[in-house]
């Protein structure tokens, strides 16, 4: 397998970001760490050996980026409004850094599904129902979509716009909504296990029906529990049937 680290100075977070590559073509997977986790988490933890076959035969290729949750919503030393700047400042960096990075590296416009676990669904999920006009889908596993559960009661317009149980409730344009409306691969999947939250995945699998948002709500059984296991097995079994 094709495996290559890449970095630079992003300019949207003023630190140095690492990205994971693997495989040579294919549709673009941008994978999203879970909790404070990093670029390598997903390598670490066998998810890119489980879609070895899919990366090897070029049905997809893997890019896997840091987080700065340790800089954001996890940094309990942090106000709140400092937070959600500081997550603006990470949307900015995928949108105008790391998607370019992903063209230019497959020579073209391939299209980029975003994917992630825990916390890293709810940004796998935010990055595409926020720009539907840049990502092509989204597999989010495990996740929690009300970014209140992580902002400690503070509630502000970037945390709104960061909060896709929020806006897409009240979504109403003709650009990004006949986006989401005619997407094809909008997957939220969880388990039913042990700390997992399917009841989360419910509840905005709802809000995306009330917006005629087309999408499949896959809820897996108790056997299932909010860990790497599930995800290893949740991942490849959407890659290999659903696209």
Same mark, same amino acid.
């Given at each position: 397998?094709?495996?290559?680290?890449?970095?630079?100075?992003?300019?949207?977070?003023?630190?140095?970001?690492e990205i994971a590559v693997y495989g040579h073509y294919g549709m673009s997977l941008l994978m999203?760490? !879970?909790?404070?986790?990093?670029?390598?988490?997903?390598?670490?933890?066998?998810?890119?050996?489980v879609l070895a076959k899919h990366i090897n035969s070029g049905k997809i290729k893997v890019f896997s980026i840091?987080?700065?949750?340790?800089?954001?919503?996890?940094?309990?030393?942090?106000? &709140?409004?400092?937070?959600? /700047?500081?997550?603006?400042?990470?949307?900015?960096?995928?949108?105008?850094? %790391? %998607?370019?990075?992903?063209?230019?590296? =497959?020579?073209?416009?391939? &299209?980029? @599904? !975003?994917?992630?676990? =825990? +916390?890293?669904?709810?940004?796998?999920?935010?990055?595409?129902?926020?720009?539907?006009?840049? #990502?092509?889908?989204?597999?989010?596993?495990?996740? %929690?979509?009300?970014?209140?559960?992580? =902002?400690?009661?503070?509630?502000?317009?970037?945390?709104? #716009?960061?909060? &896709?149980?929020?806006?897409?409730?009240?979504?109403?344009?003709?650009?990004?909504?006949?986006? +989401?409306?005619?997407?094809?691969?909008?997957? /939220?999947?969880?388990?039913?296990?042990?700390?997992?939250?399917?009841?989360?995945?419910?509840?905005?699998?709802?809000?995306?029906?009330?917006?005629? /948002?087309?999408?499949?709500?896959? @809820?897996?059984?108790?056997?299932?529990?909010?860990?790497?296991?599930?995800?290893?097995?949740?991942?490849?079994?959407?890659?290999? !049937?659903?696209?």
């Open positions: 397998m094709n495996r290559e680290i890449h970095a630079w100075h992003s300019p949207s977070l003023n630190k140095q970001m999203l760490p !879970t909790a404070a986790a990093d670029y390598l988490e997903y390598e670490r933890f066998l998810l890119i050996d840091n987080s700065i949750n340790a800089e954001s919503w996890l940094n309990r030393n942090m106000h &709140p409004r400092h937070k959600s /700047i500081r997550h603006q400042q990470f949307n900015n960096y995928v949108t105008n850094e %790391v %998607v370019p990075f992903i063209h230019n590296h =497959s020579q073209g416009l391939t &299209p980029i @599904v !975003t994917t992630g676990a =825990s +916390l890293g669904a709810l940004h796998a999920a935010n990055l595409f129902f926020r720009r539907p006009d840049i #990502f092509s889908g989204t597999i989010a596993m495990s996740g %929690v979509y009300d970014l209140s559960s992580y =902002s400690d009661g503070y509630f502000d317009e970037d945390c709104y #716009f960061n909060s &896709p149980e929020h806006y897409i409730r009240n979504m109403n344009d003709d650009y990004f909504l006949p986006r +989401l409306q005619n997407c094809p691969h909008i997957h /939220i999947l969880t388990g039913s296990g042990a700390y997992e939250a399917p009841n989360a995945s419910r509840r905005f699998s709802s809000i995306l029906s009330s917006k005629g /948002i087309p999408h499949e709500l896959d @809820v897996w059984g108790h056997d299932m529990p909010h860990d790497w296991t599930t995800w290893r097995a949740m991942l490849p079994y959407y890659i290999e !049937t659903r696209f």
